[in-house]
């Protein structure tokens, strides 16, 4: 077992999950107006909460201010549009300046 290989070279939907995270962090980015020391986290997790879909997207978002939001989409990476995201950060706690997504 190769600890070191690169997995995404061999797995076409390991690839796409890790594109569709790349995608997904850049729209988060530029939808809130994020700066190079805001960090945003997307994953993609087993959600084990009784009647939960068997996979979520758990978006974090941290300000350089300390404040910070957790968004689930109940829905695989690959399958989150940019609607989807935007429903969902309309619905959240804004992390962005001044109260308002750009």
Same mark, same amino acid.
């Given at each position: ?5 690169? /997995?995404?070279? !061999? =797995?076409?939907?390991?690839?796409? /999950? *890790?594109?569709?995270? /790349?995608?997904?962090? #850049? $729209? ?7 700066? !190079? =020391? =805001?960090?945003?986290?997307?994953? #993609?997790?087993?959600?084990?909460? +009784?009647?939960?879909?068997?996979? !979520? $997207? &758990? ?10 939001? $957790? @968004?689930? @989409? ?6 989150? %549009? #940019?609607? $989807? *995201?935007?429903?969902? *950060?309309?619905?959240? +706690?804004?992390?962005?300046?001044? =109260? /308002? &997504? %750009?």
């Amino acid at each position: 077992m190769n600890l070191f290989k690169k /997995r995404d070279a !061999e =797995d076409p939907q390991q690839a796409a /999950r *890790l594109q569709a995270i /790349r995608e997904l962090r #850049e $729209t988060i980015r530029r939808i809130l107006t994020c700066t !190079e =020391d =805001d960090t945003v986290i997307v994953q #993609e997790l087993a959600c084990m909460e +009784p009647g939960c879909p068997p996979i !979520e $997207t &758990v978006i974090g978002i941290q300000r350089q201010d300390g404040s910070q939001t $957790t @968004i689930k @989409i109940h829905l695989p990476v690959t399958e989150v %549009s #940019e609607w $989807t *995201l935007i429903a969902h *950060l309309a619905s959240a +706690p804004c992390p962005c300046p001044d =109260d /308002r &997504v %750009s």
